[in-house]
Every structure is written in structure tokens, then in C-alpha cells.
């Protein structure tokens, strides 16, 4: 799914010379420029409370809520529907493991919780449209973002952001042929792109493999973490930025900051 904006200006520039000018950004969207997470938490805080209230302990439905948000994830990848699902498994596993007959109205109240994440949409970060408008001024950019096409670009249009980027797409895995086939359309190269985003798996280690030089911006949320997201390893160098403004610093003047192979 891709949505462009029109090119200004009517010369052609040969390959060549396209190549070797235009400078390309292409940005993740959650947790990078929207605050993902926190809709996800909002959703699993209430799963959790309607557990509690029929005598579930939250550790206990958080740890097991895990494990299967996690298989879900690998089945049916990051649709949003599959939240409300997980609930509904680990509310019927706990429910028998606990001795408690499953509840009609407990089940209706965690498809409430579930329909959090899709109905809800999350916030811009603090930064976010500052460094989109620096940056669309004076670079090509683009947004690829996994997910559902539908509620991916319902969410940059109700955050105001569709128009800084000339492409949008919408993928269900990010990979280095996902990036080497943007960059191609865009008549870049690698060594003129940059890759920000906050998964070493899906954003870092994508952009190391094509070439591109790349920005881990370091997304914290106070309460959620996606364990499925985390721990792998880099396959290269890379920037940090703690904030979304210092990524304007990093690329304006990369030799001033120290790239790492590991945070």
C-alpha cells in the first residue's frame, strides 16, 4: 500500500546523477513518530483490571498473556485484532486453571479492551512534527511502517502527517528487500539514505544490510515493553538518538556523534 505526493518541477535527472544527489529519509511510525505503545498499554492495564476484579492475580494473567501474545504474533503477525484474541485465549486458559467458570460479561468487557487498539489512535511523540518539517524541506522522504494498511494511514491522517512524505507504505514484514526496492523508486542509493526508527530487528538491521546509514531513536514507555521487538542483535554500526530532535542533529552532523555496534 503506498500513497505518493507529486514531484515538483518537470526535469529529469539521468539515474546516475539521481542517484548520487538525492538524499533519502525513511522513517518507521510507531513508537518512532507516533506513541504506539501507549495505546497497547492502555488496552493490556485494562485487560488486566477486569482479571483482577474476578480474582486473577495481574502477574499471573500478564505472564501467561505473554506468552500467548507472543505465538499470536508469529501467526498472525502485527494485526491489531490479534490483541483482543490473546485476551479472550488467556482469560479461557487462566479461567480453567483457576477453577472459575468463564463469563459471559467478563468476555464482552475484554473485547472492550481489545478494541482499545484498534478504535484509539496514538499521539505524535514530543518532536515529531518539528523534525518532519525540518526534514521535509530538504529531504526526500518516506514513511514504511508494518501493520494493517487501513489503520496505519487512518493514523497519519488523524495525526496530521500524511503530507510530509512522498511515500507511504504499509508492509507486513521490514526487511532489506522492503528498503532496497524503496530506495530503487526513489531514485536514491543507499549510501544517500538514512533509516530511523526504534527496532534494531526492523529498522537497524535492514538499513545494515542494504547500506544505508541508520538511527535507533530510543523509545522508551514507562510501563510497556514489547518483549516480542527486543533483543536482537545489531549486524553493524549505528546512531542513537535519545530524542526525536537529536535526529536532526545526527544527520546535519553525523562526524560530531559516535556510532556503536551495541546500546
Known amino acids: 500500500m503506498q500513497t505518493r505526493r507529486q514531484r515538483k518541477g ?15 529519509l525513511i522513517f518507521d511510525l510507531d513508537d518512532t513518530l507516533v506513541d504506539t505503545s501507549d495505546v497497547y498499554y492502555r488496552a493490556r492495564t ?18 501467561r498473556f505473554e506468552e500467548i501474545e507472543s505465538s499470536h504474533i508469529a501467526e498472525y503477525g502485527f494485526a491489531p485484532e490479534r490483541y483482543g484474541k490473546s485476551m479472550q485465549v488467556t482469560y ?41 518539517d525540518w526534514a521535509s524541506k530538504r529531504y526526500e522522504m518516506c514513511l514504511v511502517t508494518r501493520g494493517i494498511a487501513d489503520l496505519q494511514l487512518r493514523k497519519t491522517a488523524r495525526v496530521g502527517i500524511s503530507q510530509y512524505f512522498k511515500r507511504i507504505e ?18 536514491s542509493a543507499p549510501s544517500a539514505t538514512w533509516v530511523i526508527g526504534d527496532s534494531i530487528k526492523s529498522d537497524i538491521n535492514p538499513a545494515v544490510e ?11 514507555h514507562a510501563s510497556y515493553h514489547w518483549q516480542q521487538e527486543y533483543g536482537d542483535i545489531p549486524k553493524g554500526p549505528f ?24 546500546l
Open 46 to 63: 485494562c485487560f488486566l483490571d477486569v482479571l483482577r476484579r474476578v480474582g486473577i492475580a495481574p502477574n499471573l494473567a500478564l505472564k
Open 10 to 24: 518537470s526535469g529529469k535527472a539521468c539515474p546516475i546523477e539521481q542517484a548520487r544527489d538525492t538524499l533519502l
Open 210 to 220: 542494504v547500506g544505508a546509514r541508520c538511527i535507533l531513536y530510543l523509545y522508551t
Open 170 to 187: 504499509v508492509v507486513a514484514q521490514k526487511d532489506a528487500d522492503v528498503l532496497r526496492r524503496i530506495i530503487e523508486k526513489e531514485g
Open 92 to 132: 479461557d486458559m487462566l479461567a480453567r486453571e483457576c477453577g472459575l467458570s468463564a463469563r459471559e460479561d467478563i468476555k464482552k468487557r475484554l473485547e472492550e479492551c481489545g478494541r482499545i487498539v484498534i478504535e484509539e489512535c496514538p499521539q505524535l511523540i514530543d518532536g515529531a512534527l518539528e523534525v518532519l
Open 239 to 262: 546512531y542513537v538518538a535519545k530524542t526525536l530532535p537529536e535526529i536532526r542533529d545526527i544527520i546535519e552532523a553525523p562526524e560530531h556523534f559516535t556510532m556503536v555496534l551495541t
